[in-house]
Structure formats: structure tokens, C-alpha cells
């Protein structure tokens, strides 16, 4: 029997159109679809619009209405298909792996660099190979895009033209579709049933470093939110000079959660290696990336955030591995 897919259109470029005013996503899901006539041999779609947005402007409440709308309609399908814009699909699909744990069956999202209606475009590929994905034994949330499949916690945008948009960051891809078969290398860990989540808290701030920088902009930041991710340089670390001991040490003694990450794209933080890093592991406590993406960082803690503000419970739960989104053991 074929499978059942619900495909759920959220925007993005794929479904945009040229309009006076640059692309704009105007198409909807089942105008995607008229384009890709042989998908019928495929498996049997559904279609949805939940939004249709740029993805500049898709905000965490809009993570949750795609993660509600799945888990109401999770019974009636065998799989899930959200067309997204591949800005913030990285984001998305990390929110969406918190949101949604341990789901048996395949929740992909998928997009393009080029609209559906373009004579050279990457959208029938990516939708075809993503609506396959979804037929597949292939549990929990990924990105499907320019043939490759990578966990929903691993993806960055790497490039903002070329087809080949998506990274998987430190880890492996799941598999990679080859004439439309995939060949799949991972088969991520699911549970019978997925647990779905209901609650962030986006009082999540990102700092970079740049050279020279003073504590102003961390304190305005820790202010304002629950959590500040500092993207420092390096394995990690924070300038000795301007003040940024201090304050993190006075934030965090106010319930404030700082976590330190790199702004190099592989492998990761490793704050015990250098003097610039150590205290503040050591002494002041703060928490580590470690190999995580920085779009993973940011969900897991709205994620946390929505359930405890209980400093050993986020440290706990921060390390815990959820849909593989950290390998690095946790000292
Ligand atoms: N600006 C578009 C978006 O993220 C880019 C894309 O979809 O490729 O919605």
C-alpha cells in the first residue's frame, strides 16, 4: 500500500515568485505539487498550508505551530514533508527536534535555492527526493537537500547560493539519495511514540566576539535574557581584558545561563585547553558547546528554558544528547 504523506508549506523560496519587489513565496502547496507529476508513483501526498513566509520572518511560535500540526495530524500519516525557506531551515529543524523526540517516523524538511517555477531550479530534486525520504524507515527530523540527508540537530547553511546549501556539522550524513534511491547510511534512534513539547522560552541571546570587544554588549544581552550564547574564537575561551570575567560572574550569580561556543564551523569547543578558557569552566561554571551547532545551542536552550529555570537541571538536560545533536562526553 502507499504510504501517506502530509505535505505542510510553509514558504520559502521554493514556493516564491518574482515579484515587483524581489521573490516573495506565493505558491502553494499544491501548486508545488502540480509540478511534480510522477510523486503519484511515489506515495500518496496531502496538502497543507500552515504559512507562507520568507523564512527571514518564521519565529519559534511558528516552531510550534509546525510541531502542533504535526502531532494532530501524527496518527493519519506515515510521514511528514515541510517545504521551508532554507535561511532559517537550519533553526527550524533543530527547534522541531526538540520539540518532537524520539518520532518513529520521518519528519523532513526541504527547500530550495531557486524557485519551482525557474527553468533551472533545485526544487523538483529537493521535493521529490524529500516526499521519498518521508516513505522511508527514516525516524525523527532531518533536511533533506541537494541529495543529502542530515540529522534536523547537524545542519548549518553553509553556502547562500549554490545548490548545495547544507552542511552536516560534526556528524555524518544519514544518507544521500543517488537517481532518487536513498542510500542510508544512519538509522537515527527513535521511540515508539514521539514526545512532543509545547513550551519555549526564546529569552535566548547570541553574542559574537569580535577582537577588542568590552562586557557592554554581553551585560545589555544578559539583561534582557534568560540565556546569552558568546560565539568566542576558537576551541574557546573570553578575552582577559574588558571585563567579561566579571560579567559573566555577576550574571550568573543573578540565575543568568551562559554558554560558550566557537565561531569556527568544525569541531568544536574545548574550553579546558587554554588559560583564556579554563576558569571559566572551572570556576565560574559555564556550559560548553562543545561539538553542537550554534542553531542546536540556541533551540536546545529555548527548549530547556521552557521547562526549568533549575540551574543543575539545565546543565543536565543541556548535555544530555537529544537526536544526536552532542557526542562530546560531558566531563
Ligand atoms: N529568503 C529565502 C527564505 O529563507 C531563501 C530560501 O528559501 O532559499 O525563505
Known amino acids: 500500500m502507499m504510504k501517506r504523506i502530509l505535505l505542510i508549506g510553509t514558504g520559502g523560496t521554493i514556493a516564491s515568485e518574482v515579484t515587483d519587489s524581489g521573490l516573495a513565496p506565493e505558491l502553494t502547496t499544491e501548486q508545488l505539487l502540480a509540478h511534480l507529476p510522477a510523486v503519484s508513483e511515489i506515495c500518496d501526498v496531502e496538502c497543507m498550508q500552515l504559512l507562507n513566509l520568507d523564512s527571514t520572518n518564521i519565529t519559534p511560535a511558528h516552531w510550534l505551530e509546525m510541531a502542533n500540526c504535526i502531532r494532530k495530524y501524527y496518527d493519519g500519516y506515515d510521514g511528514f514533508v515541510l517545504t521551508h525557506g532554507t535561511d532559517t531551515m537550519a533553526y527550524t529543524a533543530a527547534g522541531l527536534s526538540y520539540l518532537i523526540q524520539g518520532s518513529p517516523k520521518p519528519i523532513v524538511l526541504t527547500g530550495a535555492q531557486k524557485p519551482i517555477g525557474f527553468d533551472s531550479t533545485d526544487s523538483k530534486v529537493n521535493l521529490t527526493d524529500a516526499l521519498r525520504c518521508a516513505t522511508e524507515d527514516l525516524p525523527g527530523v532531518s533536511i533533506v537537500f541537494d541529495g543529502k540527508v542530515i540529522p534536523g540537530t547537524r545542519a548549518k547553511k553553509t553556502r547562500s547560493k549554490s545548490f548545495q546549501a547544507f552542511s552536516s556539522i560534526n556528524f555524518p550524513y544519514l544518507?544521500?539519495?543517488?537517481?532518487?534511491?536513498?542510500?542510508?547510511?544512519?538509522?537515527?534512534?527513535?521511540?515508539?511514540?514521539?514526545?512532543?513539547?509545547?513550551?519555549?522560552?526564546?529569552?535566548?541571546?547570541?553574542?559574537?566576539l569580535v577582537p577588542g570587544m568590552g562586557r557592554e554588549a554581553a551585560d545589555f544581552l544578559l539583561e534582557r535574557n534568560h540565556a546569552l550564547v558568546i560565539e568566542s574564537f576558537g576551541v574557546g575561551g573570553l578575552p582577559e581584558s574588558g571585563g567579561f570575567y566579571a560579567c559573566v560572574r555577576d550574571w550568573m550569580d543573578r540565575g543568568r545561563i551562559v554558554v560558550v561556543t566557537t565561531q569556527v564551523e568544525n569541531e568544536g569547543s574545548d574550553l579546558g585547553v587554554y588559560h583564556v578558557g579554563h576558569a571559566l569552566k572551572r570556576r565560574l561554571g559555564v556550559?560548553?558547546?562543545y561539538d553542537m551547532t550554534c542553531e542546536a545551542v540556541v533551540a536546545k536552550l529555548m527548549w530547556i528554558l521552557g521547562q526549568t529555570r533549575d540551574r543543575r537541571e539545565v546543565e543536565r538536560l543541556f548535555y544530555t544528547p537529544v537526536a544526536r545533536d552532542i557526542l562530546w562526553p560531558a566531563e
Open 175 to 208: 544518507g544521500v539519495l543517488r537517481d532518487g534511491v536513498l542510500l542510508r547510511y544512519i538509522r537515527p534512534e527513535c521511540q515508539v511514540a514521539p514526545v512532543f513539547y509545547d513550551q519555549l522560552d526564546t529569552a535566548v541571546a547570541l553574542l559574537k
Open 287 to 289: 556550559l560548553e558547546a
